[in-house]
C-alpha cells in the first residue's frame, strides 16, 4: 500500500504552469513595478513579479513543481527575472492516449495518491475530468491570462493545502 503523503509530513505538489500563470498575455502592458519584459527563446513574455510572489507565498505549504512547456528553461530564467524557483520540472514527451499533453507526465511524477494542486490558463473539461477521477485530492486553479496568478487564487491554494493536514 502506497503510504499518504498527507500522513508522512510530505507536503502537497502544487503543479506551476508558466503561460498565463507568470507570462500575461492579452491584456494591458505592465508596468516596471509589476513586471518585466524578456525574450525567452525569441519569444516576448511579460512577466508578472505580482503573480511570481503570490506563488512564492505558497511554498510554506506546497511543494512547487514547473508545469509547463518552459520545462528546465523555466529554471534558466524565472529565478533570475521573477525570484522564483529554481523548482522540479515536468518533461513532456508525446501526449500518448491521453486527452491532454500534460497528464502523462504529471502522473508520473506524482503517482496516483499524492495531494497535488495545478495552476494553469487552460484547464480543459478533460483535465477536471482527471482530477476528479484521481484516487488522491486535486485542486484545479484556472487563472485568466490576462492577470495570472492573483491573490485570490493564492488564497484558495493555501486554504485547500491547509484543509488536508
Known amino acids: 500500500m502506497v503510504a499518504d503523503p ?35 527563446d525569441g519569444v516576448p513574455h ?12 505558497l511554498a510554506d505549504v506546497f511543494e512547487l513543481v514547473w508545469c509547463s512547456g518552459w520545462e528546465d528553461r523555466a529554471n534558466d530564467h524565472l529565478p533570475r527575472l521573477v525570484g ?14 491521453r486527452e ?20 494553469d490558463d487552460d484547464l480543459p473539461p478533460a483535465c477536471h475530468a482527471w482530477a476528479a ?4 485530492p486535486a485542486l484545479l486553479v484556472e487563472t485568466d491570462p490576462a492577470h495570472g496568478a492573483l491573490a485570490r487564487d493564492a488564497e484558495a491554494l493555501r486554504g485547500w493545502a491547509q484543509s488536508l493536514r
Not at 511579460?46 to 507565498?57: D, F
Not at 477521477?133 to 488522491?136: F, I, K
Open 6 to 40: 498527507a500522513q508522512n509530513g510530505a507536503l502537497p505538489l502544487l503543479l506551476v504552469d508558466i503561460d498565463g500563470v507568470i507570462s500575461l498575455w492579452g491584456g494591458p502592458p505592465l508596468s516596471a513595478t509589476l513586471g518585466a519584459y524578456t525574450l525567452v
Open 46 to 57: 511579460a512577466l508578472s513579479h505580482v503573480a511570481a510572489n503570490h506563488l512564492a507565498g
Open 84 to 97: 522564483l524557483g529554481p523548482f522540479p520540472f515536468l518533461r513532456f514527451g508525446p501526449p500518448g492516449e
Open 133 to 136: 477521477a484521481r484516487p488522491g
Open 100 to 119: 491532454h499533453w500534460k497528464l502523462g507526465a504529471i502522473d508520473a511524477f506524482a503517482g496516483p495518491d499524492r495531494p497535488l494542486a495545478w495552476i
